[in-house]
């Protein structure tokens, strides 16, 4: 049953989560410099339950985030190296001869942790992508005759590198699909990168010990607080005009992209920009979504799900310019 609250008592809880979540922004930014925007994409994804794929080139502390995010919150953390040898036994466990006993036990694999960093998830194979991308789906995994719950938070921060294509296995659209976004990291400020070379500089600061400024408890309670953030109706009808936009732009009075656009975001999309939009108006520290909100996400959310055409790819076309385009032409209510 849904607590039922009245205004003055939400707007209570609310502004009481909202300083939870200035404290913890604050303390992953002790460790990392810049990449603000990153943070809060990983906040709504972890508050909703969805899962993040991050590109980017290598040194933009994907890794340390990760680390640091699950330090924060009182969550175990694991990393996992994914290469074109890995078996989805490496992931999700195996079972273990007992030759004492005579029997098989099962031996859980590091998927069973509160967050997951699935290093270069674009290096091991399709067989090894879809055994993670299930665990990601169904919050469980299979081994023997047993199925075992994950842990609750689940969150796989997926990475992949746009720079090396050699030895790699692009994911399938389908698989891609069950990410709730896809952010693409990219490289700090000047003057950012300079904070972050003289930290480095300096063994003192580098001791930083990240402390816990929620338990998987108060996480779980602010979960259910984003659950009850009000969506209206006419932010309902935004959200399916964009994302109907991608399949026919005529619908958004976009014609130019007719042709520019293979496939565009299905009803899952629909969903996780719901999903994301709620999320991020949490953090913003209000009870209820706006068209800003929408519009902030929705880049992150649809990107890996809209297939340019050949034609698009050959004018260098990407799926970002295509969402602006689309974000410009749906009226906003």
């Known amino acids: 049953m849904v607590e039922q609250l009245d205004e003055q008592t939400m707007n209570?809880?609310?502004?009481?989560?909202?300083?939870?979540?200035?404290?913890?922004?604050?303390?992953?930014?002790?460790?990392?410099?810049?990449?603000?925007?990153?943070?809060?994409?990983?906040?709504?994804?972890?508050?909703?339950?969805?899962?993040?794929?991050?590109?980017?080139?290598?040194?933009?502390?994907?890794?340390?985030?990760?680390?640091?995010?699950?330090?924060?919150?009182?969550?175990?953390?694991?990393?996992?190296?994914?290469?074109?040898?890995?078996?989805?036994?490496?992931?999700?466990?195996?079972?273990?001869?007992?030759?004492?006993?005579?029997?098989?036990?099962?031996?859980?694999?590091?998927?069973?942790?509160?967050?997951?960093?699935?290093?270069?998830?674009?290096?091991?194979?399709?067989?090894?992508?879809?055994?993670?991308?299930?665990?990601?789906?169904?919050?469980?995994?299979?081994?023997?005759?047993?199925?075992?719950?994950?842990?609750?938070?689940?969150l796989v921060i997926a990475t992949q590198n746009p720079i090396e294509q050699e030895g790699t296995y692009v994911l399938p659209e389908a698989q891609v699909d069950r990410f709730l976004m896809k952010v693409m990291v990219d490289y700090p400020e000047r003057e950012q990168e300079e904070k972050m070379l003289a930290m480095y500089l300096d063994p003192a600061s580098m001791e930083i010990d990240i402390r816990k400024i929620l338990n998987l408890d108060d996480l779980e309670a602010l979960m259910a607080m984003v659950s009850r953030v009000h969506v209206d109706e006419r932010i309902i009808r935004y959200i399916v005009a964009i994302v109907s936009a991608t399949r026919d732009p005529r619908e958004g009075r976009i014609v130019r992209l007719r042709e520019k656009i293979e496939f565009g975001a299905s009803p899952r999309a629909s969903i996780a920009l719901a999903h994301a939009a709620k999320g991020f108006a949490f953090l913003q520290g209000r009870g209820y979504v706006v068209p800003e909100d929408v519009k902030d996400v929705a880049p992150d959310v649809i990107r890996h799900r809209l297939i340019p055409t050949y034609e698009a790819v050959a004018e260098r076309m990407t799926p970002d310019m295509m969402i602006r385009e689309i974000l410009g032409a749906v009226p906003v209510p």
């Open 12 to 154: 209570e809880r609310l502004a009481a989560a909202h300083e939870r979540i200035v404290a913890l922004r604050r303390e992953i930014s002790r460790a990392i410099v810049g990449q603000e925007r990153l943070i809060d994409r990983l906040l709504v994804a972890l508050l909703v339950r969805g899962h993040v794929l991050l590109e980017g080139v290598p040194g933009l502390a994907k890794t340390l985030l990760a680390k640091v995010l699950a330090s924060s919150v009182e969550g175990t953390f694991k990393r996992i190296q994914f290469t074109p040898d890995l078996l989805p036994a490496d992931l999700t466990g195996t079972l273990i001869f007992d030759p004492a006993r005579g029997i098989f036990t099962p031996r859980l694999g590091p998927i069973f942790a509160n967050i997951v960093l699935a290093d270069e998830i674009n290096r091991a194979p399709a067989k090894v992508q879809s055994g993670l991308l299930e665990a990601m789906q169904e919050r469980q995994v299979t081994i023997g005759d047993a199925t075992w719950a994950l842990p609750d938070p689940f």
